[in-house]
């Protein structure tokens, strides 16, 4: 059966076949490294970790490279005095790390930095420029804008007419029209140099969304497979990629993937609302492999509600395996399960590769799952060790392809170490931009981290000689 995959620009399943056979090319649009991880960005990273394993179990090799985005408005604007943007950004980046090591995410084949291909970035909007999609400012500004109205395709991903997109800022700093968008920015005064770099146009930076057309056909080519994001990516950033990539030539991705959010009590989740659910809140909450079996229990389109309850019933859920696991390793057949790297279709129920091959249907797997431990617990009742043994097999085999086996590699070491250690490098480095923000005498900012801490069970202790946590023990 061929893998069936949802594509959000014909809003309809097809059979994805893959432009090299044998290899998948798979973007994905990372973080912004302004602020620590919360549970959508891990969700996301989580998703594409699935596809990842999904694809090399059947066989294909996988190229996934996922951004870091960090330069922005949003960096510059998180800059202190102790703490230039640059500094801001790679710090964040940590986190962002140490969260996914925590889940067991993988990092991806490569993770380019928006500021390692400035030079491509220029090279496209030059070419921009040259076809008449694009122009430079007639002022002073240094700026350069797509110019949409050359565009006839534009709105091309999202369905929407030129109209229900003219939603950018009114034109202003050279703007002709409020649906352009920024290809490059000069820089403003007060801008730092370190924030900026030569052009034909004058110093300055990039825009958000030319980097992704830049990065991602640096890595993977004119053309690639899948291009993937969280849902809220679809206007105006996917839109832009890619009337700017097709507008440059280039025939850019043939699959446009979106990942559901993650929303909490019925709302999406939101500085302003305050409603966020931090990395660190998650791990404080449950055990890791429990987090990673939560967030990736949905179908990859769906929203994720996280309810009070959510992690205890996930938890509830997950000791079932477990419990299956303990008693397949008593009866000595965990020993002959021979785990394979990567994991192959060997040993997987035809309804669990089913449920993958149909748009990667996660719940549908699990039920597999789950049904393949009701199946081995019967057989251990009634002592028919044959379909035991099988069921030890089919049960492990899937754990491995989801990522959650608590017998893998990735998740022995005693007492969930790795989930300790990325909990301690996440506390850690909020503790610094707390200390950060007293020295910046940004009181509301650091009363913030310790009462996101202390929500999440972390009690802060000062002292002279710095500030320390402990776990409250619940
Ligand atoms: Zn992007």
Redesign the pocket.
């Known amino acids: 059966m061929n893998q069936r995959i949802y594509d959000t620009q014909t809003q309809a399943l097809g059979d994805f076949a893959p432009l090299v056979p044998g290899e998948v090319s798979l973007y994905v ?2 973080p912004t490294v302004q602020s620590a991880p919360h549970a959508g960005h891990l969700r996301s990273a989580l998703v594409y970790d699935q596809f990842r394993s999904w694809f090399e179990a059947t066989g294909l090799r996988v190229t996934l490279v996922r ?1 870091v ?1 960090d330069i922005d408005d949003k960096t510059l604007a998180g800059a202190t005095p102790d703490e230039p943007w640059w500094a801001l950004a790679y710090r964040v980046e940590r986190e962002f790390n140490a969260a996914y090591s925590a889940l067991g995410i993988r990092p991806p084949t490569y993770e380019p930095r928006a500021t390692g291909s400035i030079p491509e970035m220029q090279e496209l909007i030059s070419l921009l420029i040259e076809r008449g999609h694009a122009y430079a400012a007639v002022d002073e500004s240094g700026d350069v804008w797509f110019d949409t109205g050359s565009w006839p395709s534009y709105g091309e991903l999202t369905h929407q007419r030129p109209e229900d997109m003219a939603e950018g800022e009114a034109p202003s700093r050279g703007k002709r029209s409020a649906a352009d968008f920024a290809l490059w920015k000069g820089q403003k005064p007060g801008e730092p140099d370190s924030a900026a770099w030569s052009s034909p146009w004058g110093s300055g930076r990039p825009g ?2 030319i ?2 057309s830049a990065m991602s056909t640096k890595y993977l080519g004119p053309t690639f497979d899948i291009h993937g ?1 969280g849902r809220d ?1 679809r206007f105006p ?2 839109e832009n ?1 890619l009337a700017q990539s097709r507008a440059a030539g280039l025939e850019f991705a043939r699959t446009w993937v979106h990942n559901g959010l993650v929303s909490v009590a019925g709302q999406k989740m939101s500085k302003s609302i305050g409603n966020t659910v931090s990395a660190v809140d998650l791990l404080t909450a449950a055990r890791p492999i429990v987090v990673r079996y939560f967030l990736g229990s949905a179908h990859y389109r769906s929203t994720i509600e996280i309810g009070e309850n959510s992690l205890d019933e996930a938890a509830a859920s997950f000791s079932r395996i477990e419990a299956f696991l303990e008693r397949a390793e008593r009866a000595g057949l965990l020993a002959s399960v021979v785990e394979e790297a990567p994991p192959s279709l060997a040993n997987l129920p035809e309804a669990f590769i089913a449920a993958m091959n149909d748009d990667f249907a996660v719940p549908q797997a699990i039920a597999a799952l789950h049904e393949a431990i009701t199946a081995g617990n019967q057989a251990f009742d009634t002592g028919a060790s044959d379909a035991a043994a099988r069921a030890a097999r089919e049960v492990t085999a899937m754990l491995d392809i989801l990522g959650i086996n608590p017998r893998a590699e990735q998740w022995s070491g005693g007492a969930d170490a790795t989930g300790e250690t990325a909990l301690a490098a996440l506390v850690d480095a909020l503790l610094t931009e707390r200390t950060q923000a007293r020295g910046a005498k940004d009181f509301a900012r650091a009363d913030q981290i310790r009462d996101t801490l202390a929500a999440a069970g972390v009690q802060i202790e000062d002292s002279p000689n710095g500030s320390f946590w402990t776990l409250e023990k619940a």
């Open positions: 649009c990372g951004n985005t958000w969304h980097e992704c994001g990516l950033h996917h990629e």
